[in-house]
């Protein structure tokens, strides 16, 4: 297993299109988390799944975002009708679900919405 | 909502000095995490300190957890041009009722190490 994989890792979109990004968590994890980053800003939490159940979402997480984990293992964000300020980098992290482990991220998708 | 606030906003220091940056956080927590992320990249964990700890050790770095003040510290020793990225701590409050069930990260440190 060599970590946690996001693709694709840049993304350039038209403003009102619907653009889906997938995560591929480390397979022992059971927990697998997205988070949005702005510029000089840190990562900003948007949703998170203990295997296939999505158990929090942010109130960042608007109508138009969405994400799955179907079979509990890889994930999906989507975001509908995208709009410029969408764009920042997306990125995605899995743990075990027992606490006291550090995330393991990925290299993030980088949403540009023109 | 970002809990954790990282200070200084950014450090510039000469290769093989010590770098401290500092991070406090608003609610009760079950461990404090420092990442660190290269510039267009992902987050890498660095350490976890629990609450119930004062202080951890992982090669050259070193934080500390102050509850009462509800801030914490990591210091890194003997700087090298590769520690140069953004540090962010991240608090996680699961089980502890301070609220979120993921990290809550701060804004970050920019590191800037000189040759």
């Known amino acids: 297993d060599t970590g946690v994989s996001q693709d694709p890792r840049h993304k350039i979109t038209k403003r009102g299109q619907n653009v889906t990004f997938r995560c591929d968590p480390i397979?022992?994890?059971?927990?697998l988390y997205w988070y949005r980053q702005t510029l000089g800003q840190g990562p900003e939490f948007l949703t998170y799944?203990?295997?296939?159940?999505?158990?929090?979402k942010s109130r960042l997480l608007s109508d138009r975002f969405s994400a799955e984990r179907p079979k509990g293992s890889f994930s999906t964000l989507e975001i509908q009708r995208t709009e410029q300020g969408d764009s920042a980098m997306y990125l995605c992290?899995?743990?075990?679900?027992?606490?006291?482990?550090?995330?393991?991220f990925g290299s993030g998708t980088r949403l540009t919405v023109v | 909502s970002q809990q954790g606030e990282e200070d200084p906003q950014a450090l510039s220091i000469q290769e093989g000095e010590n770098a401290t940056m500092n991070c406090s956080y608003k609610?009760?927590?079950?461990?404090l995490q420092w990442y660190r992320q290269n510039s267009g990249r992902g987050l890498v964990h660095l350490i976890l300190i629990r609450s119930n700890e004062r202080e951890k050790h992982s090669g050259r770095l070193r934080v500390t957890l102050d509850t009462s003040k509800k801030s914490s510290s990591l210091l890194i020793t003997a700087s090298r041009a590769a520690d140069t990225a953004s540090y962010f701590c991240a608090t996680d409050a699961r089980g502890s009722g301070g609220g979120a069930d993921g990290l809550t990260f701060g804004k970050g440190t920019h590191l800037i190490i000189q040759p």
């Open positions: 799944f203990q295997n296939e159940a999505q158990l929090e």
């Open positions: 992290a899995s743990s075990p679900w027992t606490q006291g482990h550090g995330y393991t």
């Open positions: 609610t009760s927590i079950n461990n």
């Open positions: 397979s022992e994890h059971n927990r």
